[in-house]
């Protein structure tokens, strides 16, 4: 075993020692055997920063051992030239009859090296697009569009729901373009909009890059709405939301410090309103909760309570963040499980998922997961398997890879009791929803 083992090893035996706990109520506490947490001791078995944060929340060490801990490396990938990316002009989808399909943006030049001419084209004239630019029940329609897009979403698999997504992005791209009226500004915030969303769908069909490239694209073209932004608040909020979403993708690769920055940027940000930076200040909690450190998680989350009580009612069709649920306390409750206090975490997400509307299928899958997840990692066996049986149907009729990713830490902890007769009967089914779909 490395050294980095060992010495976590010896920290963990003096902390435990200075408590007056013997072995076998640490691992009573923590929800680990006793064997598991000696061979830990010993350095002969290797640890994980969420063992370690549980062992910080059962020996209140304030993240004494989660520092000693790195988190796991995750490839991190370059950041798009800007230059490159804004000559990504021209996108190209293919679908095909099984559901499946690609998405990549191209430059001109490079659809033409490639033979772009010989592809079917499809689209407005320039006279029909400065038309339609001027169209005030157009935008309307289009924003009514937009929120029953964003209802299917909730109830249907993300790859489903992200071609019809990016066609309209692309549509109202093209109309925010042709005209320069009184408004541009709207019909920028739809194509910005649209594009957002496409981000957040590619990130649960499993995508972060597809995720980032969304998301960056919807700061180009809400910049592309100037000067009519400063008539639409939304608009300015959207390079700091932008930040916000880059963080969550860091927080499912469980980079707790990449997280930690890219909410600290959102809420710096001057043009962000209290929203935004209410939901980066939830975003942060989490980045701090992975970091094991559960007095600024603390002090985020009271600030992001703060500003999302005093920010202004959200436009139903085009809100940022879950309305489904209290977004302060389930994110609190998410915070309290990677600290390791699962009892905690069970006491505040129960009466959260019991809100939860019937039909918000992906709402009750993600949070009815993570509400599972707390009772098994509580020791709380009944229960986990009970809520599990619930949501399991909704898992797969959603197809999420950031719900996937919360099912495999649930049947990772289930294992626990791999012989207990119900666990056994709800493992086949664990495995089937746990399957990554092929496109």
């Known amino acids: 075993m490395s050294s980095q083992h060992t010495l976590f090893g010896e920290e963990l035996r003096r902390l435990r020692m200075a408590s007056g706990l013997s072995l076998a109520e640490l691992a009573r506490r923590a929800h680990y055997s006793k064997g598991y947490l000696s061979k830990i001791e010993s350095g002969t078995r290797p640890v994980s920063p969420q063992v370690a944060r549980r062992c910080d929340a059962a020996l209140g060490a304030d993240g004494a051992l989660a520092r000693l801990v790195p988190p796991a490396q995750t490839a991190r990938r370059p950041e798009p030239n800007e230059q490159e990316d804004d000559d990504r002009?021209?996108?190209i989808m293919s679908l095909g009859p099984g559901g499946g399909g690609w998405f990549t943006p191209v430059g001109r030049r490079d659809l033409l090296a490639v033979g772009g001419s010989a592809l079917v084209g499809l689209g407005a004239s320039p006279s029909a697009l400065r038309v339609a630019s001027t169209e005030e029940a157009g935008v309307d329609a289009y924003t009514e569009v937009f929120g029953q897009l964003r209802a299917l979403g909730q109830v249907t698999a993300?790859?489903?729901?992200?071609?019809?997504?990016?066609?309209?992005?692309?549509?109202?791209r093209s109309v925010a373009a042709a005209g320069g009226g009184p408004l541009h500004a709207r019909w920028s915030l739809l194509a910005a909009r649209h594009a957002e969303y496409a981000g957040w769908l590619a990130q649960e069909s499993g995508d972060p890059r597809g995720a980032r490239w969304w998301t960056d694209t919807a700061?180009?073209?809400?910049?592309?709405?100037?000067?009519?932004?400063?008539?639409?608040?939304?608009?300015?909020?959207?390079?700091?939301?932008?930040?916000?979403?880059?963080?969550?993708?860091?927080?499912?690769?469980?980079?707790?410090?990449?997280?930690?920055?890219?909410?600290?940027?959102?809420?710096?940000?001057?043009?962000?309103?209290?929203?935004v930076r209410g939901?980066?200040?939830?975003?942060?909690?989490?980045?701090?909760?992975?970091?094991?450190?559960?007095?600024a998680c603390e002090r985020a989350l009271e600030s992001g309570d703060l500003l999302l009580r005093?920010?202004?009612?959200?436009?139903?069709?085009?809100?940022?963040?879950?309305?489904?649920?209290?977004?302060?306390?389930v994110t609190r409750g998410w915070c309290l499980h990677d600290l390791g206090r699962p009892e905690s975490a069970v006491d505040v997400l129960e009466p959260q998922f019991s809100r939860i509307r019937s039909d918000a299928h992906r709402s009750r899958a993600r949070y009815g997961t993570?509400?599972?997840?707390?009772?098994?990692?509580?020791?709380?066996?009944?229960?986990a398997c009970e809520i599990t049986e619930s949501v399991l149907g909704a898992v797969v009729g959603v197809d999420s890879a950031t719900i996937r990713a919360d099912l495999a830490k649930l049947a990772r902890a289930l294992t626990r009791w791999r012989t207990e007769p119900r666990v056994r009967?709800?493992?086949?089914?664990l495995t089937g929803a746990l399957r990554t779909p092929t496109t």
């Open 310 to 329: 005093d920010a202004p009612p959200a436009d139903g069709s085009l809100a940022l963040g879950s309305t489904n649920v209290d977004t302060v306390a």
């Open 89 to 91: 002009d021209v996108w």
């Open 425 to 429: 009967t709800l493992q086949p089914r």
């Open 158 to 172: 993300p790859a489903l729901v992200l071609p019809v997504v990016i066609a309209q992005a692309n549509a109202l």
């Open 370 to 383: 993570r509400l599972a997840l707390a009772h098994a990692t509580a020791g709380e066996l009944e229960r």
């Open 219 to 275: 700061v180009r073209l809400t910049a592309s709405g100037a000067p009519g932004i400063p008539d639409v608040p939304a608009m300015t909020d959207m390079a700091a939301h932008a930040l916000v979403r880059r963080a969550l993708i860091a927080l499912y690769a469980e980079d707790g410090a990449a997280t930690v920055e890219l909410a600290r940027r959102a809420r710096r940000d001057p043009s962000a309103g209290a929203r």
């Open 279 to 295: 939901l980066a200040a939830l975003r942060e909690a989490q980045g701090h909760a992975l970091a094991g450190d559960p007095s």
